[in-house]
Each structure stands twice: as structure tokens, then as C-alpha cells.
């Protein structure tokens, strides 16, 4: 059954804002292994550049992502952006990236009180947890994908959005050194509404826009964001507008790898809208509607393992240089 399978497997408060270097929590207890060891490497030990196999799609390892779907939502559950189980998570997101041989920082910003689909949820302080590769001058041109990482109150969050951080983390264990450009990934903290507006959602991409100088701004070359990519049998490609270089660009991915995709425009409800708004282009994954949206049945047997691999094999292509499989 799929469930035994993938359980094994700003009126922001800106002015907080800050990144400090990931390091490891002496008070946070050893994780539990995936059931597919994460890459140890490190940028030392990284293979010389013209060594580097190409990056394909077919790269994408499921198994990766269901082990991740299986932590976050069977193992930390509910986790809103201010909350204690949302710092476990991102403590677990940090090493795992670290483990894949990132520079990864940790971006912390306030986050006002509000009520989250129906919950009251108290002021306090999230964060992003931000991986690039070592050396990376952001204001050169790059990629940006990201997934948040927090959940509404009462839900454990497989679908939303432990589905989107699973396929980012296993699109970054095979990724690095192999992009057409080089690409940063963020787990995003407090993307979950606290409000009823624009301005009470997604605090964690409109700080981490906020925090870039105009250089590094201008060196964003497109930004992804994976929110609910595990349900359904094609993968929604959606942009704020009628169209978006981003959308355009990652349709045609989906042509070359074999994924069937659909257009979904007008779509603003996830973290590449911090984006858009602010000039950048970006594009959203997912967004199929399924029955446990928001509750506390959206647990690991709602997402479906084929679902991740189309996403993230979509994913691969777009990130992959002109010409790869």
C-alpha cells in the first residue's frame, strides 16, 4: 500500500530579519534516517566541473522525497511558522542540506500574531533555511527554488507542503555543480495565511526578497516554487499573470521530459508571488485541489509517489542545461 511505502521510505516584521550560518542543536535529538542515505560530499570533495555528468530528469530519486513526506508529516506533524516543531523541522531541513555539502544560512525574521485558517497562532519568530553552493556570488545570475516549509495549525502538512520540501530537497541532492545555472534553495518559514490579505501570507519569500540588494535582485534569473505537488496526475504550472517567461520556460520542460503539465494562470497563492510582485520572474508547481486541504487528514497516504516524480522530474528539466535528458 502506498501509505507502509512512503511511511518507511512584510507588513512583515522585517526589521528582525537575519541569517546566521546553520550549525548543529545540541538540545535537537539525532533524526531518524532516511530510508535512502542523503549525499555526504562536500565542496571540497566535489568532483572538478568538466567531471560532472550532465543533469537529466530521470535523475530524480522518489525515494528520496517519500522519506522526506514520511519525517515531516509522520514524524514532526503540525508545525506553524512560530512554533517549536516548525524550528525541529527547520533544524532537520539545515543538516540535510548541509549533508549534500551546501553553504546553508539560516534567515531569521518576526512574524506578526494573526489566525491561521481558523486557529489563533501567536507572534514570534520563524525563519528560512537557505542553501546555496559554496562560493556563489548572488549577484551573478542564478535560480531560485523554493518550498515552505510550515503548515496551518491543525493539519500535518504531508500534501501542504511537506510534498513541495521533499521534492526540493530531492531535486538538491543530485542538482549541484550540474545547472545550467547555479541555483539557490530555500525552505521558506511562514507562508501559511494570518490573515485574510496579501500582506498576511507568505512573511518567509517576502523577507528573503526584501533582504537582496538591487544587484542580487537583478541577478535572479527565475524562481520556482513547489506548494502541493503530490496529488494528481499532471503537474499545474502556474503563474500571477496571463503568462510568465518562468511558466512559459517550465512547460517546455515538460514537453522534453515526458511530464504532463497544465497552465494555471492567475495563480498568486504560494511564494513565487513575493517574487512577481516585486518585478522577479516565477512560477508555481502544484495546486491540485484534494479533500484534506488544510485539516488534520492531510497525512503521508494523501500524496502520491508517481506525483513527486513527475514534479520532480519536471523540475530536473528545467534546471538542467539546454540539450539534457
Not at 504550472?237 to 496571463?242: D, I, T
Amino acid at each position: 500500500m502506498r501509505t507502509a511505502r512512503i511511511a518507511t521510505a512584510l507588513l512583515v516584521c522585517l526589521t528582525a530579519a537575519c541569517s546566521e550560518p546553520a550549525a548543529p542543536d545540541p538540545s535537537d535529538p539525532t533524526p531518524t534516517s532516511p530510508t535512502v542515505p542523503w549525499p555526504s560530499a562536500t565542496a571540497t570533495s566535489a568532483p572538478a566541473p568538466d567531471r560532472v555528468p550532465p543533469l537529466r530528469a530521470l535523475d530524480f530519486d522518489v525515494r528520496r522525497a517519500e522519506a522526506v513526506v514520511a519525517r515531516l508529516a509522520g514524524e514532526v506533524g503540525p508545525r506553524h511558522g512560530t512554533s517549536a516543531a516548525f524550528s525541529r523541522a527547520a533544524r532537520w531541513t539545515a543538516r540535510r542540506f548541509t549533508s549534500m555539502g551546501y553553504e546553508v544560512t539560516r534567515q531569521r525574521f518576526g512574524v506578526p500574531a494573526g489566525v491561521s485558517w481558523g486557529v489563533p497562532v501567536a507572534a514570534g519568530r520563524s525563519e528560512n533555511v537557505v542553501a546555496r553552493p559554496w562560493g556563489l556570488d548572488r549577484h551573478e545570475p542564478h535560480l531560485v527554488v523554493g518550498a515552505h516549509l510550515d503548515t496551518v495549525p491543525q493539519a500535518p502538512g504531508a500534501e501542504d507542503n511537506g510534498s513541495g520540501v521533499a521534492v526540493l530537497l530531492a531535486a538538491a541532492a543530485v542538482a549541484d555543480r550540474r545547472t545550467r545555472l547555479p541555483v539557490v534553495w530555500v525552505a521558506f518559514g511562514a507562508e501559511e495565511p494570518r490573515g485574510p490579505t496579501d500582506d498576511d501570507h507568505h512573511y518567509g519569500s517576502r523577507a528573503y526578497v526584501a533582504s537582496l540588494p538591487p544587484a542580487a535582485r537583478s541577478a535572479v534569473r527565475g524562481m520556482v516554487s513547489l506548494d502541493r505537488v503530490g496529488v494528481g496526475g499532471v503537474v499545474p504550472v502556474g503563474s500571477a499573470g496571463a503568462s510568465d517567461p518562468v511558466q512559459r520556460s517550465l512547460l517546455a520542460a515538460g514537453r522534453r521530459s515526458g511530464v504532463p503539465t497544465v497552465a494555471d494562470p492567475g495563480q498568486r497563492s504560494s511564494d513565487h508571488w513575493s517574487f512577481v510582485r516585486e518585478g522577479l520572474p516565477g512560477a508555481r508547481l502544484g495546486s491540485t485541489p484534494y479533500a484534506a486541504y488544510h485539516s488534520a487528514d492531510d497525512r503521508v497516504d494523501v500524496v502520491d509517489p508517481n506525483q513527486l516524480r513527475r514534479t520532480g522530474r519536471l523540475l530536473l528539466a528545467w534546471l538542467a542545461p539546454q540539450g539534457a535528458r
